[in-house]
């Protein structure tokens, strides 16, 4: 049975950084897509960044792209989610999630609901 296990969160200051990984266990990560997803209070979940190994397409979110890199180490069944220049509004839980034959495009949005299997999430907050 597959399982992911989200780390790297915590406090970052507006324009800092911080790497999120996502442990995968249980079954080989490049037989998955894998996903980032946020959720602020109040507000609904946000697809942020998808990796393909299906079709080896990526994407990313209006909000985050060209600050966050999404990147997979299939041998080791690692995902990891680089979040760069960070801002108050990137503060949320993250959550790492992943599917079989599914492609990331157009966008991370438009193949959210076809995740599966979920990990508990990593609390991330920038604050100055």
């Known amino acids: 049975q597959l399982r992911l296990v989200e780390s790297g969160g915590g406090l970052a200051q507006p324009g800092g950084s911080l790497k999120l990984s996502c442990v995968v266990s249980?079954?080989?990560?490049?037989?998955?897509?894998i996903g980032w997803f946020r959720r602020s209070p109040g507000k609904d979940r946000e697809a942020i960044s998808c990796n393909s190994n299906y079709d080896r397409t990526i994407s990313y979110a209006d909000s985050v792209k060209g600050r966050f890199i999404i990147h997979r180490d299939n041998p080791k069944n690692m995902a990891y989610l680089q979040m760069n220049n960070l801002k108050p509004e990137d503060t949320a839980v993250y959550f790492c999630?992943?599917?079989?034959?599914?492609?990331?495009?157009?966008?991370?949005?438009?193949?959210?609901?076809?995740?599966?299997?979920w990990g508990k999430g990593t609390q991330v907050t920038v604050s100055s």
């Open positions: 999630a992943a599917t079989r034959s599914t492609g990331c495009l157009p966008s991370p949005a438009s193949v959210l609901g076809r995740f599966e299997t």
């Open positions: 249980g079954l080989p990560l490049e037989d998955y897509t």
